[in-house]
T-cell receptor
Framework: GAGVSQTPSNKVTEKGKYVELRCDPISGHTALYWYRQSLGQGPEFLIYFQGTGAADDSGLPNDRFFAVRPEGSVSTLKIQRTERGDSAVYLC???????????????FGNGTRLTVT | SQQGEEDPQALSIQEGENATMNCSYKTSINNLQWYRQNSGRGLVHLILIRSNEREKHSGRLRVTLDTSKKSSSLLITASRAADTASYFCATDDRNNDMRFGAGTRLTVKP
């Protein structure tokens, strides 16, 4: 596709349930980032992948959050035992990393709005 | 965790005026980037300035970077109502982490 695609665009779930959020990056982009954004705040870094591996997962808030990118393209953010505090917009972004020059911009999807009731 | 802080948190100006937003950060960086966001959804990249650059222009945008003070500014000249949005700075550090500040909410009144 032409841009980063995130599905679903909206997800309502009950407290305690498990959810998966999907991100399809721009084809050929090697790096993929997940962020969480609450109303009126900036995007909060969660994790980023270089290829299939998580290069930095220091932003994941606790062990209920997990992300995978098994083939170096599509990524899934998984949240177990959801809590009301997990409600936010989850943003995915990808970028092309060329050689040693990492000065490339992020391309964002439109996000998944997660509501935990 | 957030990397930087934008200042001011909110800015309201008249159409035609200039808008200046500032960003401070904490770590060493490869580059600093500015993004715009409408309606709380996806962010759009505006401009990137490398750590060895001091100033960059793109259309009505002017970005400066002072690595000694760990700060950057974004100037939008001759603002338009359509510039109303939230603006975020993001730092690209040595580990290629991209971390964002809390943003400046700009309102341009027609």
């Amino acid at each position: 596709g032409a841009g980063v695609s995130q599905t679903p665009s909206n997800k309502v779930t009950e407290k305690g349930k498990y959810v998966e959020l999907r991100c399809d990056p721009i084809s050929g982009h090697t790096a993929l980032y997940w962020y969480r954004q609450s109303l009126g705040q900036g995007p909060e870094f969660l994790i980023y992948f270089q290829g299939t591996g998580a290069a930095d997962d220091s932003g994941l808030p606790n062990d209920r959050f997990f992300a995978v990118r098994p083939e170096g393209s599509v990524s899934t953010l998984k949240i177990q035992r959801t809590e009301r505090g997990d409600s936010a917009v989850y943003l995915c972004a990808s970028r092309l990393m060329q050689g040693d020059m990492m000065d490339s911009p992020l391309h964002f999807g439109n996000g998944t709005r997660l509501t935990v009731t | 965790s957030q990397q930087g802080e934008e200042d001011p948190q909110a800015l309201s100006i008249q159409e035609g005026e200039n808008a200046t937003m500032n960003c401070s950060y904490k770590t060493s960086i490869n580059n600093l980037q500015w993004y715009r966001q409408n309606s709380g959804r996806g962010l759009v990249h505006l401009i990137l300035i490398r750590s060895n650059e001091r100033e960059k222009h793109s259309g009505r945008l002017r970005v400066t970077l002072d690595t000694s003070k760990k700060s950057s500014s974004l100037l939008i000249t001759a603002s338009r109502a359509a510039d109303t949005a939230s603006y975020f700075c993001a730092t690209d550090d040595r580990n290629n982490d991209m971390r964002f500040g809390a943003g400046t909410r700009l309102t341009v009144k027609p």
